[in-house]
């Protein structure tokens, strides 16, 4: 199964993504629109990358567009701190991963925001994209108990692990692709492979999410 992200960080979480499901036949395109962490990680784990270095939102994705289109991939998930167009969207199934409950705490600020207005609950969405800001249909969501009094460093910590558990239910959905829809809850029936390694991840950050 061809699959691609578009990254302009890190690339953290994607790389846990890429780790769990990596016997599964998943065939990763990174692309970014930068240097960023995200092509050092391409190469770990032997993903191809793809840069595309164009500031203008529509000509990007038009040039995104294409590029898919050449490698056959159909189905894109974001961890991108740029808007794209309908260019793209319009073009392959496009997702994105936001770290709040929508339609709570929308924008680039997800987790900060959310930390600032003493939230209790932290949470995570992976969603459709479309032309609103973080406004495309659902397709999961989760939560998880948050303390104001926390640093901020343990909130953008869950919200990572969050980040990993939705880019996990993505490929599930993607390589199941006749399965029913993923319902909007924490059941969304990842392979115990994926959640046992997902376990082993959150003992390693020492937090629990799911």
């Known amino acids: 199964m061809k699959l691609a992200v578009l990254v302009s960080s890190g690339g953290a979480a994607f790389e846990q993504v890429a780790r769990i499901v990596r016997h599964d036949g998943v065939d990763f395109t990174v692309i970014t629109d930068r240097g960023c962490g995200a092509e050092v990680v391409a190469g770990r784990v032997n993903a191809k990358h793809i840069r595309i270095e164009e500031r203008d939102r529509k000509l990007f994705s038009t040039k995104v567009a294409a590029a898919l289109q050449d490698l056959r991939v159909n189905n894109i998930l974001l961890f991108f701190d740029r808007l794209v167009s309908s260019e793209l969207f319009d073009s392959v199934d496009t997702f994105n991963i936001h770290p709040a409950a929508l339609p709570a705490f929308k924008g680039l600020r997800g987790v900060e925001d959310a930390y600032e207005a003493k939230a209790r609950l932290l949470g995570c969405s992976l969603h459709r994209v479309d032309q609103s800001v973080d406004g495309g249909e659902l397709v999961s969501q989760i939560a998880c108990g948050a303390d104001p009094q926390w640093p901020l460093s343990r909130w953008q910590k869950r919200a990572y692990l969050m980040k990993v558990y939705c880019?996990?239910?993505?490929?599930?959905?993607?390589?199941?692709?006749?399965?029913?829809?993923?319902?909007?809850?924490?059941?969304?029936?990842?392979?115990?492979?994926?959640?046992?390694?997902?376990?082993?991840?959150?003992?390693?950050e020492g937090e629990t999410v799911v």
Do not use: K
């Open 167 to 204: 880019g996990l239910v993505w490929v599930n959905q993607a390589i199941h692709i006749e399965a029913p829809d993923t319902p909007v809850n924490a059941s969304h029936g990842l392979p115990e492979g994926w959640m046992a390694s997902f376990r082993e991840l959150q003992a390693l």
